[in-house]
């Protein structure tokens, strides 16, 4: 049973703005750390944002600054607004627990030109 339908990414210009979207059953959205992972080029995948079930957030030094993790709790949605978008940021994303569970969605594929 899939309990993460993530959604969102695309292409982008340096400079640029993009939101991901995953929603979560609830009884993972309440009770867990929500995270958001990406995967680079050739690189492992690397935890950039995660969300206690608190509130409490804490962020990759990458992205600190530019990117926001939020919980909407009225349809158990968890987010990632990506401001100032760069190149370097040219991955596939994913949402998960943190630490993860086994399962992993597909992934969003997030493209950012120069």
């Known amino acids: 049973q899939v309990q993460l339908v993530e959604s969102g990414g695309g292409s982008a210009q340096a400079g640029g703005s993009l939101r991901l979207s995953c929603v979560a059953s609830?009884?993972?959205?309440?009770?867990?750390?929500m995270a958001w992972y990406r995967q680079r080029p050739g690189q492992e995948r690397e935890v950039i944002a995660g969300i206690t079930s608190a509130g409490a957030i804490n962020y990759h030094g990458s992205v600190q600054g530019r990117f926001a993790i939020s919980k909407d709790y009225a349809d158990n949605t968890v987010y990632l607004q990506m401001n100032n978008l760069k190149p370097e940021d040219t991955a596939v994303y994913f949402c998960?627990?943190?630490?993860?569970?086994?399962?992993w969605g597909q992934g969003l594929e997030v493209t950012v030109s120069s």
């Open positions: 609830e009884r993972l959205f309440r009770g867990y750390t």
């Open positions: 998960n627990l943190r630490p993860p569970m086994r399962y």
